[in-house]
């Protein structure tokens, strides 16, 4: 059975133009909050948590895990990038046994429509492509959402197909190494 090597992790914080992606810290915990109890952004992803019941279970300090990056603005939280291996047990899959690594991007709704996901994006894939050359890597994102496909097609990701999951029709895209 193949599956998506292992990440070197940490890495080393990442800088773009903008932009910092790096490991959780204590002062992240509120902006984590916010972003998966917003309804904004739970529009978008099968709904908002409810939000005592996610402050209860999320850690009084945010430990990092193996590709979660945090992308900081100015010494904030803005939104997270991810670079999980993909569920097998989800829809979408490049090998049958899946495993993929799959990219991922959350911003709190007063960064949306800025360029920051395709910056940090970018930022993780490159970063990505070295840590773990010749891996493809996947995407999905439901289809009503138009900003987040743009992003995708703008980060080179190319359809695959297209599956109902959470409630919703979902885009699924690979990204081919260059």
Known sequence: MTEAPPLPWPPAPIRT?????????????PAIVELFTSPEVGTHIG????REEF????????????GLLVVDLDGA????????????????????EGGERELGYLFLPH????GYAT???TAALDWLATA????????????A????????????????????????EQWFGVRHPH
């Open 111 to 114: 960064a949306w429509g800025r």
């Open 55 to 66: 402050e209860r279970t999320l850690p009084d300090v945010p430990r990092g895990r193996p």
């Open 77 to 96: 939280m803005i939104g997270l990038v991810t670079l999980d291996p993909r569920d097998r047990e989800r829809p979408g899959h490049l090998r049958p």
């Open 132 to 143: 773990l050359p010749g891996e493809p890597v996947v995407l999905s994102t439901r289809t």
């Open 119 to 121: 910056e940090a994006a």
């Open 145 to 168: 959402n138009t900003p987040s496909l743009r992003v995708a097609r703008r980060l080179g990701f190319t359809e695959v197909e297209r599956f109902h999951e959470y409630g919703a």
């Open 47 to 50: 709904g908002a948590r409810p």
């Open 17 to 29: 133009a903008r932009l910092l992606l790096r490991e959780p810290l204590p002062g992240d915990r």
